[in-house]
């Protein structure tokens, strides 16, 4: 009989733990919840006050036989899922399951996976704690409810096969707002004037001065006549202030600080920096890393000190304790950071080693000494003007944790004048006029989101916690309502007037403006769907409101409220609005915009979202013709496509000309533009438009399609036609009945007869089900 039963709910973090304990322990995996709501059956008891009906689902029943069995032979069951609510949850769950006794079973947490945690976890084992279980089980229900009866919703009033998420639809609705900003935004002119100006040095060589203006000039000709205004003009300095700064450190991170650097410095997606660190987690590298606290033990603190010292000195080492400012920060009790902080780096693969040392160097950077820096500003006056220049250098005299690590920003647009030094200058010092150039700027439009930015919105707005922002931010992209992408800029004329040697020079130049690179846009179906749900549901998507539920989970998980009080007054007032969504009728389709009349023949031309995604209708299902239908082309807007260009879709499909005696037509679909030839239809590249194909580059991509089909049947047999022999991806291999088999490298495959094949697929067969 095993002694002691351990259960994690992962196999890599099951094998970590199992090198720390003794041969009187075995330890298994859960592989997650074992059990879960149904998936596609309500399975709320709304007149049960609200109780959920759990179920194992199929591809767990074989994996809770063997825990029922091994729990059954052991002395003592220790429980041993994460210490966030979810992990707490899946304990409850294993010991209502496993049908655990309390004198057998025991639940154990740990932040971080090391020997001396693990052991002193299992010297201080606790109860299940069920006011966080049933902080979980208000959110699983609260999102089950809002998910069930909204989607039905979104059905019938705005296209098939549509879902919705109580903080999914918070963050789509911050995409779609942002891009009308962005959309309703005007831009503004103005000129930055910067001079130069010539000093000697410390050893009396000329150096330059830069300088700025200390305002901005509105117009083209404020800053013709300010130029004109310094011809002759005399420069000198009027005042030097020169003050010491310090910059101090930033905490450790949270999960969302981590997301956010991350993405920043290294260009990890928020879901990758997640599974990474839950494989550094699991591997007992890191601590835990679903947390909103920036707290660090004593261990961590002195170990940091301790590596401090060892690298760089005495003088770099600066305790410090942090305090978490998140409202309802209980996820975990210490930031994420190494376990062991003399390792300055892993043994491990690039993303993860990428990933550890940026957090070694943020837990590190915290507990060292400020940086100190000197800035100087030098204000030079302009004869017979009240306008002054200024010049500011700076330079760091003391690099204190600047040494290891510099936290970054979405918008960075660091100083340029960080890290330089002016030469000397005097109070009431001449200076040499170099030229002057009035620059023509313009105001910038808000940034879009990109999923770190998006992170800090929701945290500053209280809404999700740790556990969420990843699974938010991958839900609303697969959901298409929101797509990662990149936008290519555009092309900008801007002026600069110049003065120099006594001459005023006006030129236009070009720039290039707005690109995006991986940012968040919303998709027509985004937006119509936030648009209906703000109409109808407009507490659903109210920050407040989702910030304020967050607050209620808190109070259930500190055990101040109950968890079936909250999702009743909840639903008493959703479910009503949700009859009242549905009895609506309205005379145009949700999101439906009419753009105009086709000129030639009169018929109403609108655009609203179809069955496959938005499309341009031509007429209306009343009219005796039947109405014509076109997608959006890539990079059109329901929002903001024109009358002119949607009656420019309905050029396609137009024949291009004979091929082999059959039409060679070009169109677009579902999936993009396309060539149509004898039934068979060929993609086109992005660098063929379909309004401008010849028949000759048509012609060329059916025989190239055709092509690379030949080149991918090997081999038929007559007397077993459902076996082929094909050339994939990944060479070739035997097609039969749906599945496939792999053909070694050192056969070659134009040699297998039937009877080799049957022979191959057989042991593949046979080494499939022993694995089983």
């Known amino acids: 009989m095993q002694k002691n039963l351990v259960i994690v709910e992962s196999p890599a973090k099951a094998k970590t733990i199992e090198k720390f304990l003794g041969k009187d322990y075995k330890v298994l995996s859960s592989y997650g919840h074992i059990r879960d709501l149904k998936k596609k059956e309500f399975s709320i008891d709304i007149a049960k006050n609200f109780t959920p009906d759990y179920e194992i689902p199929a591809d767990k029943k ?84 809002v998910g069930f009866e909204l989607s039905p919703v979104l059905w019938r009033k705005v296209k098939p096969a549509l879902s919705a998420g109580r903080v999914q639809s918070v963050a789509v609705r911050l995409i779609v707002e942002r891009e009308r ?49 310094c011809l002759g003009a005399e420069f000198s300095i009027e005042d ?22 991350a993405a920043r410095k290294l260009g990890y997606t928020v879901a990758q920096t997640m599974r990474v660190a839950q494989k550094l987690y699991e591997s007992g590298l890191i601590t835990y890393m679903r947390t909103d606290s920036v707290n660090l033990s004593n261990y961590a603190m002195q170990g940091s000190q301790e590596a401090i010292r060892h690298l760089m000195g005495e003088r770099y080492v600066h305790p410090r304790h942090f305090h978490t400012k998140t409202k309802g920060a209980q996820e975990a009790h210490e930031a994420i950071r190494p376990t062991y902080m003399e390792n300055a780096s892993i043994d491990a693969a690039p993303q993860e080693k990428r990933l550890y040392e940026l957090i070694w160097k943020r837990t590190i950077a915290s507990q060292m000494a400020d940086a100190e820096l000197e800035k100087t500003t030098a204000t030079i006056a302009i004869s017979g003007s009240d306008d002054r220049f200024s010049a500011v250098g700076e330079i760091i005299k003391f690099d204190g944790f600047l040494r290891v690590y510099r936290e970054s920003h979405d918008d960075d647009n660091e100083a340029e004048d960080e890290g330089h030094l002016l030469p000397p200058l ?69 002026n600069v007037l110049t003065l120099k040697d006594g001459k005023l020079r006006d030129e236009t130049c070009v720039e290039t403006t707005g690109a995006e690179k991986s940012k968040l846009f919303p998709t027509d179906t985004g937006t119509v769907v936030n648009d209906f749900l703000t109409e109808y549901f407009p507490d659903i998507l109210d920050y407040n409101f989702t910030a304020s539920v967050e607050k209620e989970f808190d109070e259930v998980a500190d055990g101040e409220a109950q968890w ?21 009728k309205r005379e145009h389709k949700v999101g439906e915009r009419l753009l105009g009349n086709d000129p030639a023949t009169g018929r109403a031309i609108s655009v609203k979202i179809g069955r496959f995604g938005p499309v341009v209708q031509v007429g209306t299902s009343e009219d005796e013709e039947k ?76 025989l190239d ?68």
Not at 62 to 70: G, I, Q
Not at 436 to 463: C, D, M, N, W
Not at 564 to 584: C, G, Q
Not at 650 to 676: A, D, H, M, N
């Open 62 to 145: 074989t994996l809770v036989n063997t825990l029922k069995a091994e729990a059954k032979g052991a002395n003592t069951v220790w429980l041993a899922s994460d210490e966030d609510r979810e992990g707490e949850a899946i304990a409850w769950h294993l010991y209502e399951v496993l049908q655990l006794k309390p004198e057998h079973a025991r639940r154990i947490v740990f932040h971080e996976i090391t020997k001396s945690a693990i052991l002193n976890a299992i010297e201080h084992p606790r109860d299940i704690d069920i006011n966080l279980v049933n902080a979980q089980q208000a959110r699983r229900v609260l999102d089950r409810i």
């Open 181 to 229: 900003e962005i959309a309703a935004f005007k831009t503004e002119a103005s000129y930055r004037v910067t001079a130069l100006f010539t000093v000697p040095d410390e050893k009396g060589k000329p150096t330059e001065v830069r300088a700025d203006l200390n305002r901005r000039i509105k117009t083209k000709a404020e800053a013709e006549a300010f130029l004109r205004a």
């Open 240 to 261: 030097i202030t020169t003050r010491p700064i310090k910059k101090s450190p930033a905490p450790p991170f949270t999960t969302s600080t981590l997301q956010q650097e």
């Open 426 to 494: 005097a109070k009431g010092q001449k200076l040499e006029q170099g030229p002057i150039t009035a620059t023509e700027r313009f105001s910038q439009r808000p940034p879009r989101y990109t999923e770190a930015s998006l992170v800090r919105k929701l945290e500053e707005l209280g809404i999700g916690r740790p556990s969420t922002y990843a699974p938010t931010i991958s839900t609303i992209q697969q959901r298409e309502y929101v797509e990662k992408g990149n936008r290519e800029g555009e092309e900008r004329s801007f």
């Open 564 to 584: 079936t009080t909250i999702i009743k007054r909840f639903y008493d007032k959703f479910h009503p609005s949700v009859e009242n969504a549905l009895s609506v």
């Open 627 to 702: 109405p014509r239908f076109s997608p959006l082309k890539k990079g059109q807007s329901m929002e903001t496509i024109t009358l002119e260009e949607a009656i420019e879709l309905f050029k396609l499909p137009r024949t291009l000309g004979e091929f082999e005696g059959k039409t060679v037509s070009v169109g677009v679909g579902r999936f993009g533009p396309y060539v149509l030839h004898n039934k068979v239809y060929v993609s086109l590249p992005k660098t063929l438009d379909p309004m401008a194909i010849t028949l000759d580059e048509a012609e060329a991509l059916i």
């Open 705 to 772: 399609k055709r092509a690379k089909e030949a080149a991918r049947h090997i081999k038929t047999f007559e007397e077993e036609p459902e076996m082929e022999i094909l050339n994939g991806r990944f060479g070739p291999y035997i097609a039969y009945k749906g599945s496939n088999f792999k053909i070694p490298k050192s056969i070659v495959p134009e040699s297998l007869d039937l009877a080799a094949c049957m022979e191959l697929i057989k042991g593949q067969e046979g080494k499939k089900k022993k694995t089983k």
